[in-house]
């Protein structure tokens, strides 16, 4: 069920903020193997959000949710039309 919310935040080239997308969502951890993995090649992910629709990103840096402000380590695309966007 996606019954979380945040917002995907679009930044200009000097790093300001240019508009905010707001988008329901599922939060998931990050399992014990992809936080090693990751960390093996210098990524040090936290937290992972679940979309229903990849439609719903176009590309943005950043994240937003519950007051704390992510950045957007990698997305991958599901079989089912979802979106993961892994965040630190």
Request: net charge negative.
């Amino acid at each position: 069920m996606y019954d979380d919310v945040i917002n995907l935040i679009a930044i200009d080239e000097r790093g300001n903020d240019v508009g905010k997308h707001e988008v329901f969502c599922r939060r998931e951890s990050i399992t014990r193997a992809e936080h090693y993995q990751a960390a093996a090649v210098g990524l040090h992910p936290s937290v992972q959000f679940r979309l229903a629709d990849w439609r719903d990103y176009d590309g943005q840096r950043f994240v937003e949710h519950e007051g704390k402000r992510y950045i957007v380590e990698r997305t991958y695309e599901t079989r089912d039309g979802g979106l993961e966007i892994v965040v630190r």
